[in-house]
C-alpha cells in the first residue's frame, strides 16, 4: 500500500508558462549569493501569479516579500516547493483515493474524498514554511535552494482532523509512528521517494487535518490537490502533498527524508514536544517552527517619505501566538512597539504594523522582532547549521528618507 499509484511526470514546459525572457528579479536581499541573485527570475506556474524562480524541475519557486503584507496569503501567491519533478496533473489526480493502514492498524481502508467530507470536519489558519526558508541568507552559505524570505504561507486549511481519518483503520495503540506518501515521484528509479512520519501525539494532535480546501476553494494542484496533511507549527517539511498512503508503523521511519535530510544539531533548537522515535545523540528531525517576522513594507533600498512611513509585516512562532513585535528605526538601538493586527489563531501569521511620526533625513536601518507567548524571542546572532535551517535573526532593511 505504501507506494505511488499515480504519476505523470511533466516537464518545465508543461508546467511554467513562463517566456524565455522572463524578468530577472530586483531587490533581492545582498544575503543572497551572488549567482542567486543574478539567476531568481519571476516565472508564472499554471494558475498562480508569478513568483520567484529558483529552480524548475522540479518547481521550487517562492513569493515576493510583499506578499507577506496581508496575514492570510492567497492561494494564487502560495509558493510552491517539490523535491521531486514526477507530479501528477489533474486527470491523473482524477483517481486519487486514499488508502489508510498499516501493520499497527486493525483494518486497510482505501476513502475517497466523499469519506473526508462526510467526517466532522475543523478549521485552522497555520503558517506553511520550508525548513529552507531563508537559507540563502546564510552566513557562511550552505549547499541547497537558496531560498530567500519567501519560502512560507499562511492560509486557512479545512479538512477532517488526521486522527479521525485514521480511526478509520482502527489504529493500535501501540503505533509508534505515522507514516505519509505523497502522489508525486522521482523522475529517475534511484532517486529516493519523498515519505515522511509525524510521531503518534503530533499525528492525533486537535489540530492537526487532512485539509481538502485552502482559503475557502480546492487546494491549488501545486499545493497538493486534493488533499494535504496540515501541521501546525511544525515547518513545512511534514505537510504531505497529494497525500495517498498512511502507514501506522510500529517502527521509525528510516529513509532518506528523514534519516539524513531535514535534521538540526541536537539541542540546538529546543522543542515543546520531541520527536524521540526519531532523534539521535547528533541530531534531531527539524519539528517546530522557530519565532519569527518579516517586514514586507517598506522594502528593502526604498526612499520614504519625511513625513513618515508605515513599517508592516507578519509574526508567527510554534503555536503559542505572538505577545509582542517590536520596530527598530535605528539599526536595532531603539525599539518601539508595534500594533498587532487581528488575531487568526496561533499558529497562523499575527500582522504587525508602526507609523513612524516625522523623521529626519538621511538612511534609517529598519528592523522587527517578535516575542511569542512562551517569551521566546528572536536571535541576535545567526545559530548557523549545516542545512541553514531556522534563521530568526532580525531582517535589517535600509531606507532612505527624503
Ligand atoms: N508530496 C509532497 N509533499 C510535500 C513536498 C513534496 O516534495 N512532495 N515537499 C514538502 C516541503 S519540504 C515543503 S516546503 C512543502 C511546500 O509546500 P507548497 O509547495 O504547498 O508551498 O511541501 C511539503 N510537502
Ligand atoms: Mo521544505
Known amino acids: 500500500m505504501f507506494r505511488r499509484e499515480i504519476l505523470v511526470g511533466i516537464g518545465a514546459a508543461g508546467l511554467a508558462g513562463r517566456s524565455a525572457l522572463a524578468d530577472q528579479v530586483k531587490g533581492l536581499s545582498p544575503m543572497l549569493p551572488a549567482g ?11 494558475g498562480k501569479q508569478p513568483l520567484i524562480q529558483l529552480a524548475d524541475r ?21 509558493f510552491v516547493r517539490y523535491h521531486l519533478a514526477g ?20 483494518r486497510q481502508v482505501t ?33 541547497g535552494v537558496q531560498w530567500g524570505y519567501g519560502a512560507m504561507g499562511c492560509a486557512t486549511f479545512h479538512g477532517p482532523r488526521l486522527r ?23 523522475v529517475l ?20 487535518i487532512v485539509a481538502i480546501e485552502m482559503n475557502g476553494a480546492p487546494l491549488p494542484l501545486l499545493n497538493g ?33 528523514m534519516a539524513k ?27 517546530e517552527m522557530v519565532v519569527n517576522t518579516v517586514i514586507a513594507e517598506p522594502l528593502d533600498g526604498a526612499r520614504v517619505e519625511r513625513a513618515g512611513f508605515t513599517v508592516r509585516g507578519v509574526a508567527w512562532d510554534r503555536g503559542s501566538g505572538i505577545r509582542r513585535v517590536e520596530v527598530s528605526l535605528d539599526d536595532g538601538h531603539t525599539w518601539h512597539e508595534a500594533r498587532l493586527d487581528r488575531d487568526l489563531g496561533n499558529y497562523a501569521f499575527r500582522g504587525f504594523s508602526l507609523a513612524t511620526g516625522t523623521l529626519h533625513p538621511g538612511t534609517s536601518v529598519v528592523s522587527a522582532r517578535a516575542t511569542s507567548n512562551t517569551g521566546e524571542q528572536q536571535v541576535q546572532a545567526l545559530k548557523w547549521n549545516p542545512a541553514g535551517y531556522h534563521n530568526n535573526v532580525p531582517q535589517k532593511l535600509t531606507v532612505h528618507v527624503t
Request: aromatic share 10%; charged share 20%; hydrophobic share 35%.
Open 189 to 208: 528509479p534511484t532517486t529516493p521517494d519523498f515519505s515522511k512520519s509525524l510521531p503518534m501525539d503530533k499525528a492525533m494532535d486537535d489540530d492537526t
Open 58 to 78: 522540479p518547481p521550487n519557486y517562492e513569493a515576493p516579500i510583499a506578499t507577506f503584507r496581508e496575514a492570510i496569503t492567497p492561494n494564487d501567491r502560495f
Open 111 to 143: 476513502l475517497t474524498m466523499e469519506d473526508l467530507r462526510a467526517l466532522p470536519q475543523h478549521e485552522i489558519s497555520a503558517v506553511c514554511q520550508c525548513s529552507g526558508s531563508r537559507r540563502g541568507l546564510s552566513d557562511p552559505h550552505v549547499a
Open 87 to 106: 507530479i501528477p496533473d489533474m486527470k491523473a489526480l482524477e483517481s486519487w483515493s486514499l488508502p489508510v493502514g498499516g501493520e499497527a492498524a486493525n
Open 36 to 46: 542567486t541573485r543574478e539567476e531568481a527570475r519571476w516565472g508564472t506556474l499554471a
Open 164 to 186: 479521525d481519518v485514521l480511526a478509520k483503520a482502527e489504529v493500535k495503540p501501540d503505533a509508534v509512528e505515522i507514516w505519509m506518501d505523497g502522489a508525486d515521484g522521482p
Open 261 to 287: 535530510a531535514y535534521r538540526v544539531p541536537a539541542n540546538m533548537f529546543p522543542v515543546e514536544h520531541p520527536f524521540t522515535t526519531q532523534d539521535n545523540n547528533q541530531t534531531w528531525p527539524i519539528t
Open 225 to 257: 490537490y486534493p488533499a494535504r496533511v496540515i501541521v501546525p507549527g511544525w515547518t513545512a517539511t511534514y505537510w504531505m502533498k497529494h497525500v495517498n498512503g498512511l502507514h501506522a508503523s510500529s517502527k521509525p521511519l528510516e529513509n532518506f527524508w
